[in-house]
């Protein structure tokens, strides 16, 4: 029996709401006085800080994703045109329409 994930569209709603609200406390808290941690850092790192291992390992889930969507290329773009008719015919696998909420 196949399965999906599905979220009630009220309930996305809530989710984004309380990431941007979360932010903007986060931000606001940072802007004190006697706040010395640099906001910034935290949310999107320092370059210098990464390894060429680290760049390796980047090309290589890279490479694994576009050979995953090559692969099965068909299939996601028929499940991202129309989900149900593409449940309805049956061309996809159980497991592509869950990767693609991924």
Do not use: K
């Given at each position: 029996?196949?399965?999906?994930?599905?979220?009630?569209?009220?309930?996305?709603?809530?989710?984004?709401?309380?990431?941007?609200?979360?932010?903007?406390?986060?931000?606001?808290?940072?802007?004190?006085?006697?706040?010395?941690?640099?906001?910034?850092s935290?949310?999107?790192?320092?370059?210098?800080?990464?390894?060429?291992?680290?760049?390796?390992?980047?090309a290589?889930?890279?490479?694994?994703?576009?050979?995953?969507?090559?692969?099965?290329?068909?299939?996601?773009?028929?499940?991202?045109?129309?989900?149900?008719?593409?449940?309805?015919?049956?061309?996809?696998?159980s497991?592509?329409?869950?990767?693609?909420?991924?």
């Amino acid at each position: 029996m196949p399965w999906s994930v599905s979220i009630p569209p009220a309930r996305g709603y809530v989710i984004g709401a309380l990431w941007a609200i979360g932010m903007a406390v986060g931000c606001s808290l940072s802007r004190r006085r006697g706040y010395n941690q640099d906001l910034m850092s935290y949310l999107f790192g320092n370059i210098l800080m990464v390894t060429p291992h680290d760049l390796w390992l980047i090309a290589a889930l890279d490479l694994g994703v576009v050979a995953a969507a090559l692969a099965f290329y068909n299939q996601l773009q028929a499940v991202c045109f129309d989900e149900e008719f593409a449940r309805i015919r049956a061309s996809t696998s159980s497991c592509i329409i869950p990767c693609c909420y991924v």
